[in-house]
């Protein structure tokens, strides 16, 4: 069964403190692994693409890696605005399949 | 460009009561699909579409009904509403290429009483 896994379910960092996310899945015929941030009352908004194991995006304060297993964003330096719902999905193609969210907070 | 357009953002039905969800994109995507994202459940597939005249179910479309006439709509019909479509749903769509990422609207919310 394709399934995504997302952990922590929350995460309160000090202004400044660097921390990652955790994106483990498994699925059948992965064409990718997105990455996305929510704000309240908003739609996710995209923010990367990784498409093989070893692969690295950038992007200012936050950086996404990609193994067989899992995919991990890293937040370097957060600031309050960094503040959102961080989620994590997989496409097999024509269906994709989200985790349930890390719920990060960067408090000044 | 306005990216994907959902109306209304806000709607509140009786059970039993059906309605149409509005979808609209400006961008030429082919792909097009339809989420409902609960507290705990993470954002579920219920309909996509692959272009227009094209349909498929996704994970979760008991109650539900799509139809896809031009690339641009694709409009999300409850028949008959339960108190159990009470949630948050999103549109999303993509280009035709399968490895691009969607791009989603802001939402409706539903509330079924």
């Known amino acids: 069964e394709d399934q995504v896994t997302q952990s922590p379910e929350a995460l309160r960092l000090q202004e400044g403190e660097s921390s990652s996310l955790n994106c483990s899945y498994t699925v059948s015929g992965l064409r990718g692994l997105f990455w996305y941030r929510q704000d309240p009352g908003k739609g996710p908004e995209f923010l990367f693409t990784?498409?093989?194991a070893g692969e690295e995006k950038e992007k200012e304060r936050l950086k996404a890696t990609l193994t067989k297993k899992e995919s991990f964003l890293h937040i370097t330096a957060p600031k309050p605005e960094d503040s959102a719902t961080y989620l994590c999905a997989v496409s097999t193609g024509n269906q994709f399949y989200f985790g349930t969210g890390t719920s990060l907070t960067v408090i000044p | 460009n306005a990216g994907v357009t959902q109306t209304p953002k806000f709607q509140v039905l009786k059970t039993g009561q059906s309605m149409t969800l509005q979808c609209a994109q400006d961008?030429?995507?082919?792909?097009m699909s339809w989420y409902r994202q609960d507290p705990g459940m993470g954002l579920r597939l219920i309909h996509y579409s692959v272009g227009a005249g094209i349909t498929d179910q996704g994970e979760v479309p008991n109650g539900y009904n799509v139809s896809r006439s031009t690339t641009e709509d694709f409009p999300l019909r409850l028949l008959s509403a339960a108190p159990s479509q009470t949630s948050v749903y999103f549109c999303a769509s993509r280009p035709g290429r399968v490895r691009s990422p969607l791009h989603f609207g802001n939402g409706t919310r539903l509330t079924v009483t």
């Open positions: 990784l498409y093989s």
């Open positions: 961008m030429n995507h082919e792909y």
